[in-house]
């Protein structure tokens, strides 16, 4: 498809779908980890999204020759990624979707306050700053409820350190020349680094296996084929063809869609003010990935 300068029903429609994709696998997560640890679920995802991209690019003949240049960046990203799926699969076992998800997906908040002082011509505006306070005070409002079911403080810190690790990876992959290469190849520098890093480190978490059942294989599979590895090359591609900024607004839907889907599939007790911390969250990153309005252009006389 060519480039197009505004989001069109297609793209509106296909970012709605990729916000929902995500939003389901929080809920998948959870219950994959009724079979396996956490930890050795992300380390399993991570080796088969290995092998579903490795497939994808020998059949779309993407070659695996990366520059020497990105490979600090890419195995920097890497072990990120690793950390920060560790962080989020423990935080998904231990807390509920709803908490995880609006904590989780405050990202783009931090991201935005990591841009204002590192990107020239990323600095907050008013607009900007309105949703940074409104998400992290949603964020604020996430973590000192301690009533609501399954509240832990070691899943919301867990789900937040995630957070920040996602900020980190991109910040990671705009300053180093791993931003050159095709995003393909960046994917799978991450899951491949990832993967032996997850799978050492999970007997350290408590027994890899606890009672799978056909259900937990097929959340897996989901996982590799759905999230880890087609997803996001799906991302990419719509990338590829909107405009960065107008793709980033859709990311307020995640959390939301996320809440939605623990409360209706899981049936979590969602506390008033866990779907008030959403609404906060979810209203402040739209305000920071919203387009600002151009002047409109004054007639000749």
């Known amino acids: 498809m060519d480039r197009k300068s505004h989001i069109d029903l297609f793209g509106a429609v296909a970012l709605i779908l990729f916000a929902l994709n995500l939003a389901f696998n929080q809920v998948v997560i959870k219950v994959t980890g009724g079979g396996f640890s956490p930890v050795f679920s992300a380390g399993m995802r991570s080796a088969g999204a290995v092998v579903v991209l490795l497939l994808w690019m020998y059949l779309r003949g993407v070659s695996l020759q990366i520059p ?19 962080c989020l699969f423990i935080a998904l076992d231990i807390t509920t979707v709803s908490r995880a998800s609006v ?20 600095g907050l505006t008013r607009t900007k700053t309105a949703g940074l306070v409104m998400a992290m005070t949603g964020v ?53 680094i990832s993967a032996p890093i997850l799978l050492l480190l999970s007997p350290l978490f408590g027994p890899l296996i606890r009672e799978p059942e056909l259900i937990h294989y097929a959340g897996m599979a989901f996982q590799i084929i759905a999230v880890a590895s087609l997803g996001f090359l ?32 899981l049936s979590e007790d969602v506390a008033p003010s866990v779907w008030g911390a959403l609404v906060l969250v ?4 739209y305000l920071i990935n919203r387009r600002p309005r151009q002047p409109a252009k004054r007639r000749g006389i």
């Open 68 to 86: 020497k240049a990105a490979w600090f960046g890419g195995i920097l990203s890497g072990v990120l990624f690793a950390i920060e799926f560790l």
């Open 103 to 122: 904590i989780f997906y405050s990202m783009p908040v931090w991201m935005a306050l990591i841009a204002h002082f590192v990107f020239p011509g990323e």
């Open 140 to 192: 604020a409002v996430a973590l000192m409820d301690r009533d609501s079911g399954q509240a832990s403080w070691t899943g919301d810190l867990l789900a937040l350190s995630s957070s920040f690790l996602w900020a980190g990876i991109v910040l990671c992959v705009r300053l180093t020349p791993l931003s050159k290469v095709p995003p393909a190849q960046q994917l799978i520098f991450q899951v491949t």
């Open 234 to 265: 799906a991302w990419f591609w719509l990338l590829s063809i909107y405009p960065a900024s107008s793709v980033a607004s859709f990311s307020f839907l995640s959390p939301v869609f996320s809440v939605i889907l623990g409360w209706l599939l």
């Open 282 to 285: 979810a209203g402040g990153i």
